[in-house]
């Protein structure tokens, strides 16, 4: 029997007294990380299917640069403040980063991610206002399949604003949410980012043969660019080209690297791809 006073942890507790302790210690690095500018963005490319060196944008990733120079890519940290008001910071910071990133090299397009809860945020609004239109012009903002289908109306007017600032929209993790195809009509997004759930083993696994080419087909439809994520494997890619896929993006593509890679006519030819 516990002695009087003491407080005893239940064996079920544990695992959520740990989550919220790593949580905490996610959310003060990242919020030192902001207070330091230790923020940076990664590029990965992303190319035309069938033209591996011809790259149409690249996606930009949050990074933190440690003290000691280590890298802490996205996925240790954003899960842990993405519907927070911290994470509505770090997409004020990413926006910033990437506006003066797009400034500095006239020759890219980029790619950012959005969270549902920065789509209503006043402030990430008005820096993207504030910026020229012709920089906004090379930006595409990536919104998930789940936070655009969340709030329709928050939705469409957030795309309304975007694209008064001749910005692109893309819709990421195509294929994995409940699409209304009713309001997907009237979105009328620039790019749709098919999800890796569907590419990986996409030469062998003719399942998401017939999904993927469903979903080429919709896309095509409406006038959409198609990007295949998680790119791994040549025969991959060579299936995805096969099908239709505009874009490849993976690790075969390329890394997330410091600075992006520039090559001639990266936004000439297909204005929609490429510029």
């Not at 920065?118 to 090379?138: K, N, V």
């Amino acid at each position: 029997m516990a002695s009087a006073g003491k407080q005893i942890t239940k064996s079920a507790d544990i695992p959520a007294v740990m989550s919220n302790t790593l949580c905490d210690l996610e959310a003060g690095r990242v919020s030192k990380a902001l207070n330091d500018n230790r923020m940076e963005l990664f590029y990965q490319p992303i190319v035309r299917a069938g033209a591996n060196n011809f790259v149409a944008f690249h996606e930009g990733l949050a990074r933190i640069r440690m003290p000691d120079g280590t890298i802490v890519a996205a996925g240790q940290f954003m899960p842990f403040i993405e519907n927070t008001p911290l994470g509505t910071q770090l997409d004020r910071c990413i926006l910033r980063l990437a506006l003066r990133q797009l400034r500095d090299n006239p020759h890219i397009r980029l790619s950012i991610n959005l969270s549902v809860r920065s789509m209503q945020d006043t402030c990430w609004l008005a820096i993207l206002e504030s910026a020229c239109s012709d920089i906004c012009g090379r930006l595409i903002v990536e919104i998930t399949e789940g936070a655009a289908m969340s709030d329709v109306e928050l939705t469409t007017a957030f795309m309304h604003r975007v694209r008064r600032k001749h910005c692109s929209i893309a819709l990421d993790d195509f294929g994995t949410g409940a699409t209304s195809f009713r309001y997907f009509k009237d979105f009328r997004f620039d790019f749709v980012k098919i999800d890796g759930l569907f590419i990986r083993d996409l030469f062998c696994d003719k399942d998401n043969q017939v999904l993927v080419r469903a979903l080429i087909d919709i896309s095509k439809h409406f006038d959409m660019v198609t990007v295949a994520e998680f790119i791994e494997t040549d025969r991959d890619a060579e299936m995805a080209a096969k099908l239709g896929i505009d874009c490849l993006q993976g690790y075969l593509i390329g890394e997330p690297t410091a600075q992006p890679i520039t090559l001639p006519r990266e936004i000439e030819q297909d204005r929609k791809v490429a510029g």
